[in-house]
């Protein structure tokens, strides 16, 4: 199988055996016609309530293609008969069919993930001090929130929360919201982006959001964002404007870290985007003052060179993916920056 995008030189390909693409064509069929109710998978992209009707449509999510998509299909001259037809993909479900295609031993039941066990499975802390208001149009989305904090034990609903309770409000960014009234003392409010979404995600935060995740968020993205407000309080980390990534100033540099460099061609706030939805939740993006994105698995340092591998193979083209010693780089000069609280 490969993916080549109209206007760009790379493509990428994925070797898979009969049994491995017949599983795959199921698990994109099943994405295309929005019958996510016999699939295991989660954050498994959704059509919503848009019909396929013109040319320049994603054929799995059916969001409009701004500039470019992608093409994915068999390699003809293999044996068998697959059923894949041609598909024109968004960079985010070129991105998630890729992710599946490369590697997807743990989504099919053939692997453990080192830290959270069998695909489905996550870790998570003690959340339970926050109430969380789900405002969100897609359907899929809302219930994924909602599963994940039913599964954390979190509070879920518009009643009147404890007077100790920190209040969470989830919304859709491209749909109109309005912050809470009841979420004037200890609050926060997380933005679903879709990818491309940029203006969106600007216009987000310019009332009121305080951090975002891709749409659709996984389990371990609603964990993190969640562990972010209970770490940062009142003080939530700065934002890049261009990538909407947290600005860090002191790298980790005690903990095994990626470089990513994005290709001359590549738009980086889509790099981000793309970023945030295969990193896992709990995996830290953050851009330093000299414009570089850093990657921080949850991963001991001799998983890095896998993790490094895996999200080239995904990104194909996109960037470039090396391990890097923090505590020897230079952090480099400040670049000027948003304060999106205000």
């Known amino acids: 199988m490969s993916g080549a995008p109209a206007r760009r030189s790379y493509v990428g390909e994925h ?7 017949l599983w795959l064509s199921r698990v994109v069929g099943m994405a295309r ?5 016999r699939s295991s998978l989660v954050a498994v992209p959704s059509p919503g309530d ?3 009707l ?3 449509q994603c054929h799995v999510c059916r969001v409009f293609l701004e500039d470019e998509g992608v093409l994915a299909d068999l390699d003809r001259s293999s044996p068998g008969d697959a059923a894949w037809p041609p598909l024109l993909l968004c960079p985010a479900c070129d991105a ?17 993930r080192g830290i959270d066990g069998p695909y489905g499975s996550w870790l998570f802390p003690n959340l339970r001090a926050l109430t969380v208001r789900i405002d969100v149009l897609d359907h899929s989305a809302r219930q994924a929130i909602a599963r994940a904090c039913e599964t954390m034990e979190i509070s879920v609903g518009a009643g009147s929360p404890a007077p ?7 919304v859709e960014a491209g749909a109109p919201f309005v912050i809470d009234p009841a979420l004037s003392g200890p609050s926060a409010t997380i933005a679903l982006v879709g990818s491309g979404d940029y203006h969106h995600l600007r216009a987000a935060l310019d009332a009121g959001a305080t951090d975002w995740l891709t749409l659709p968020p996984t389990p371990q993205q609603v964990t993190a964002a969640l562990t972010h ?3 940062h309080g009142s003080n939530p980390p700065l934002l890049d404007p261009a990538t909407g990534l947290a600005m860090t100033f002191v790298p980790p540099s005690s903990q095994p870290a990626l470089m990513v460099l994005p290709a001359a061609h590549q738009d980086r706030f889509e790099l981000a985007w793309l970023l945030k939805r295969l990193c896992r939740g709990y995996d830290e993006l953050s851009m330093l003052p000299s414009g570089q994105i850093v990657v921080v698995p949850r991963a001991p340092q001799s998983a890095l060179e896998a993790v490094a ?13 090396e391990p890097v010693n923090l505590a020897a780089m230079p952090v480099g000069a400040s670049r000027q920056r948003l304060d999106v609280v205000g």
Do not use: E, M, N
């Open 33 to 37: 016609t929005g019958d996510h109710q």
């Open 309 to 321: 591998a895996r999200l080239q193979r995904v990104l194909h083209g996109r960037c470039s993916i």
């Open 229 to 231: 407000i209970l770490r």
């Open 54 to 56: 013109f040319a320049d």
């Open 96 to 112: 998630w069919i890729a992710s599946l295609a490369s590697d997807g031993r743990s989504a099919h039941g053939l692997a453990r």
């Open 50 to 52: 848009r019909k396929l």
């Open 15 to 21: 070797s898979l055996c009969a049994p491995c693409l």
């Open 164 to 170: 100790a309770t920190r209040i969470v409000q989830f």
